[in-house]
């Protein structure tokens, strides 16, 4: 199997907490990798290990064939991200904005009018950040992601705060991306029935904990063999959730 990015027991400890607990990912070259959990699962700092934000306590990744921390800026050189709510300068444009990321990153001035153009801005990038909606402000945060056209995407939550629209908005153009540039994609979400439209696998976290990984037909399997129904996978997501937080209170009385 031909995987992009690699953790082994990947662990955050903060004193007598741990937030992800010897977590093991396998994600595959050019897929969609939805990764879903509770508000609270450590997604977050999953990610932001990635990326190199916060340090491991434990454990170790690869990606792109290049080893963290040794390879950390050859790593980081690979992967946009988008991690939180994105935050911009209000008095300057979109494009302005970009095109602050885009002479961090040394990248040429071409790449901010690709991105534009790849999340539906360009007629848009001369309008002052303060007055893009909220799902304007959620695509230019994407574009920021999308400079350069690296091989890796970290979204956290993309769709968070969004309508309807804007949620089937974001998610189009993710679904999109692994076969407009051959880019592969890390997202994470709360919402099953959201991932299941765009993910070829997914990873399960509960309590830094991951549960399960698989592809949607690993999960209907899974769902099956453990008593589960496996017509409504957001249930079955619910339920695998459930069963660990009534095991994790079960151990905690003895």
Not at 21 to 40: A, D, E, M, Q, W
Not at 47 to 70: E, S
Not at 96 to 110: G, P, V, Y
Not at 159 to 184: A, Q
Request: hydrophobic fraction near 40%.
């Amino acid at each position: 199997m031909d995987y992009i990015m690699t953790t082994e027991q990947l662990t955050k400890k903060y004193k007598n907490f741990t937030s992800v607990n010897n977590v093991s990912l396998h994600i595959r070259k050019g897929s969609i990798y939805g990764f879903l959990g509770p508000n609270g699962a450590g997604k977050s700092t999953t990610m932001k290990m990635l990326l190199g934000l916060t340090a491991p306590t434990k454990g170790n990744f690869t990606i792109d064939n290049k080893q963290f921390p040794a390879d950390r800026i050859s790593i980081l050189k690979e992967i946009g991200s988008f991690i939180e709510a994105p935050s911009f300068y209000a008095n300057l444009t979109g494009r302005e904005n970009l095109d602050i990321i885009r002479r961090i990153l040394d990248l040429s001035k071409t790449d901010v009018e690709d991105a534009l153009d790849l999340v539906g801005l360009t007629e848009f990038g001369d309008r002052l950040a303060k007055k893009y909606s909220l799902g304007m402000k959620q695509r230019l945060g994407l574009a920021g992601a999308l400079l350069g056209r690296p091989p890796i995407l970290i979204l956290d939550e993309p769709t968070n705060g969004l309508d309807p629209s804007g949620i089937h908005e974001i998610r189009n153009l993710v679904k999109s991306l692994p076969s407009l540039y051959n880019c592969t994609v890390l997202i994470s979400s709360h919402m099953l029935s959201e991932i299941e439209l765009i993910a070829d696998d997914i990873g399960i976290l509960n309590h830094g904990r991951l549960l399960f990984e698989g592809s949607m037909n690993d999960l209907r399997q899974y769902a099956l063999q453990s008593g589960f129904t496996a017509d409504n996978l957001e249930d079955v997501f619910l339920s695998i959730v459930e069963k660990d937080n009534t095991e994790r209170k079960r151990r905690a009385r003895l």
